[in-house]
């Protein structure tokens, strides 16, 4: 067993296909396979089955998943760690953010630290709040950028970035001159609601319950798993929905959506700098969080 091989294992599992894993590392699928069963035969356990065209980890296999990461990233922060001894900001450095920041806002702060950085890469995990946080607790990731604060012990989160939510409606909706609703005219609109685990529900749970409301009142005609699926469900009319404005600004901007206020309802929230509570941040790490603070 060597470092690359687990490097293998874990982009076969984050991929979920040998073939695409090899693509990734510029190897066959017959050479991965190799890998696969050389550490197989090593542990002496099956690590991953094929079901149909998806390979996934076994129970095994998703126990060595947890400790590779952790490897690979003690790897990367050694490489780090030494670049920056020689005066050098140089490495990998793996990040994670929830649905808004992941998709709106760490790309662009990922573009600015590579071009400060030429010498870094960045991989960027993109997931909902619960999945972020458990992936900084696993060590999958260093640090992530999350849309709700946790209450486990072992995570350190400082508040980043403010953010507004707003009621989003299709373009000649027959709201679509007023600026503000009531309560009682929105939890009679069909709506499109968040998944569970999402940093954008619990912030809607939290603003109801301010005001002794909940999402139950709520007359609720769908349930979507990311705010790309939710604004095409808007545009389409299946409902209305609250959503940052920052993932709308594209189509606010062209008039295709348009935002309302709900009266009597404070949408604002913040992102929170998530990481694993008395980890010291790698030398790339420092340095993405102090561009992250910058911008």
């Not at 991929?15 to 090593?42: C, M, N, W, Y």
């Not at 929105?186 to 939290?206: A, D, H, V, Y």
């Not at 694993?276 to 603070?293: D, M, Q, V, Y």
Request: proline share 3%.
């Amino acid at each position: 067993m060597d470092l690359w091989q687990l490097n293998i294992f874990c982009r076969v599992i984050d991929r979920k296909s040998f073939s695409k894993a090899g693509e990734s590392v510029h190897l066959s699928q017959p050479t991965i396979s190799s890998h696969i069963k050389d550490l197989e035969d090593h542990f002496e356990c099956r690590l991953i089955d094929r079901l149909g065209k998806e390979a996934v980890p076994t129970k095994a296999g998703e126990l060595l998943y947890l400790y590779a990461r952790k490897l690979i990233t003690l790897r990367d922060e050694a490489e780090a760690a030494i670049a920056e001894f020689n005066g050098k900001t140089r490495g990998h450095l793996v990040v994670g953010g929830s649905t808004i920041p992941g998709g709106y806002i760490l790309p662009k702060i990922i573009g600015a630290f590579t071009k400060t950085y030429p010498e870094t890469s960045i991989s960027l995990l993109v997931g909902d709040t619960e999945k972020i946080t458990r992936a900084v607790l696993s060590g999958e990731v260093e640090l992530g950028i999350v849309g709700a604060r946790t209450s486990d012990i072992n995570i350190s989160q400082e508040k980043l970035i403010d953010d507004e939510m707003r009621l989003i409606i299709p373009s000649g909706h027959k709201w679509s001159k007023k600026k503000e609703v009531t309560f009682k005219n929105l939890s009679k609109e069909p709506f499109i609601l968040r998944e569970q685990g999402s940093g954008t529900l619990k912030s809607i749970q939290k603003s109801f319950a301010k005001i002794g409301m909940s999402v139950k009142s709520l007359k609720i005609v769908a349930e979507m798993g990311n705010t790309t699926a939710i604004i095409q469900g808007i545009k389409n009319r299946v409902g209305v929905s609250i959503l940052s404005t920052v993932a709308v600004e594209d189509e606010l901007n062209t008039g295709t959506l348009k935002c309302l206020s709900v009266e009597g309802l404070s949408l604002e929230r913040n992102f929170y700098l998530t990481m694993r509570k008395f980890r010291t941040p790698s030398p790339l790490g420092r340095a993405f969080i102090e561009l992250l603070k910058e911008l």
